[in-house]
């Protein structure tokens, strides 16, 4: 798990006595995470019946997932009101992914995210909005850094390294999320991909 917004946790209620009624499912979380489906209801009663287990992690701590797979958290700067926001590192046999759903702004951030990406042979990146003032309210109130901030860091960069970011994340105000859209066409001209429905990334 990432951290706790509404959308990043609601899903475990299907595994709950309504629902699923699941048996030991792990639960990958962050200490703050952690505490906070521990003592907030209803999630709690999953903990309590054992629907979920936790297993926490640790900021810039690598754990194996099995023979194949391995996966190291990382803080990054996003509105931490109930607990830490998380990015990932994901390393399977050949290749490297990152995946950031959820910051900020890139600048906010203790790492370069251009030399982050060159790092990896994949790059899932928050791709919320497009730009500002794409919807009616202050935009400083949910900050993420809006797509063009993102094309204009790599702009200098080659065009193998602009493929390997893969935009995630989406709201359904962003026309970059629509497929013949001229936004997601000039995206893609330069050489950046959108994430799509059933969308499989071999490591």
Do not use: C
């Not at 998380?86 to 370069?112: C, H, M, R």
């Amino acid at each position: 798990m990432t951290h706790a917004h509404i959308g990043y946790y609601s899903g475990l209620m299907y595994f709950g006595r309504e629902a699923f009624g699941g048996k030991g499912i792990r639960i990958f979380t962050m200490p703050k995470m952690k505490a906070y489906l521990s003592t907030n209801g209803p999630w709690n009663q999953l903990v309590k019946l054992g629907n979920i287990v936790f297993t926490e992690l640790a900021h810039q701590t690598t754990i194996a997932l099995n023979n194949h797979l391995k996966v190291t958290p990382f803080v990054v700067p996003h509105r931490d009101e109930f607990s830490e926001t998380v990015g990932y590192k994901i390393a399977g046999k050949q290749k490297t992914a990152l995946f950031i759903p959820d910051i900020n702004k890139w600048a906010k951030w203790s790492e370069d995210i251009v030399e982050e990406v060159k790092k990896v042979d994949i790059a899932f990146l928050d791709a919320t909005f497009l730009k500002s003032g794409e919807v009616n309210r202050p935009m400083s109130e949910i900050p993420h850094p809006f797509i063009e901030e993102t094309v204009g860091l790599f702009k200098n960069e080659t065009f193998a390294t602009k493929q390997k970011v893969i935009f995630i994340h989406f709201n359904h105000t962003n026309h970059a999320l629509q497929e013949n859209s001229t936004e997601r066409k000039t995206l893609e001209k330069e050489g950046f991909r959108v994430a799509f429905e059933g969308m499989q990334i071999g490591l």
